[in-house]
């Protein structure tokens, strides 16, 4: 199945550091998600952005809708020890009936 | 409360056997979607469910079964014809943008 592009894979950064990642598509999505996945838990939906260009924030977390509507990024300000785990972006074509995920972002946090 | 849960949490059954794997929502969604999950692996989509009574096969359906029979519920059903069924599966459903995972079964085959 389509998969989108997301990096890094993995990440190993220390306390207090910020964190970028993104995803790309070769597809336009109306709807893109972020997820974290806590070990071995289901992922958790941290923003979810509908618009292009559209900038979202949850806590230090922060969310941008790529203007093409082909990428996403999530960005962590001053990481802490229980931003570890995996991170999910996913995107919707509308109308779809399913999400498309990227293959994660692991996040290593040094004390 | 409202959410997704999946029972039980792990699962161990022996090479040969079928085994249903049980997914609840009280969100009021009509679709739901099982995905499998392995060791340091994204997430595959097996099956999923967009209404009550109708299903569709995702992108690694073959060895799995579902039913749909009730909103709130969509049995996965791993059988003995599915080669590597050890694996993390994780349940979800979603409304019109958002779709909502649940905690996960982690099955193990020997």
């Not at chain 1, 974290?36 to 939906?45: S, T, Y």
């Not at chain 1, 960005?75 to 109308?95: E, H, L, R, T, W």
């Not at chain 2, 039980?8 to 969100?27: D, I, W």
Request: charged content about 15%; aromatic content about 12%.
């Amino acid at each position: 199945g389509q998969q989108l592009n997301q990096s890094p894979q993995s990440m190993f950064i220390q306390e207090g550091e910020d964190v970028s990642m993104n995803c790309t598509s070769s597809s336009i999505f109306n709807t893109w998600l972020w997820y974290k996945q806590d070990p071995g838990e289901g992922p958790v939906l941290l923003i979810a952005l509908y618009k292009a260009g559209e900038l979202t924030s949850n806590g230090r977390l922060t969310a941008q809708f790529g203007i093409t509507r082909k990428d996403s990024f999530l960005n962590i300000s001053a990481s802490i020890p229980s931003d570890v785990g995996i991170y999910f972006c996913a995107g919707k074509v509308q109308g779809a009936q399913k999400l498309v995920f990227g293959q994660g972002t692991r996040l290593t946090i040094n004390p | 409360d409202g959410g997704i849960t999946q029972s039980p949490k792990y699962l161990f059954r022996k090479e040969g056997q079928n085994v249903t794997l049980s997914c609840e929502q009280n969100l009021n969604h009509d679709a739901m979607y099982w995905y499998r999950q392995d060791p340091g692996q994204g997430l595959r989509l097996i099956y999923y469910s967009q209404i009550v009574n109708d299903f569709q096969k995702g992108d690694i359906a073959e060895g799995y079964s579902v039913s749909r029979e009730k909103k709130e519920s969509f049995p996965l059903t791993v059988t003995s014809a599915q080669k590597n069924p050890t694996a993390f599966y994780l349940c979800a459903s979603a409304g019109a943008y958002e779709q909502y995972f649940g905690p996960g079964t982690r099955l193990t085959v020997t």
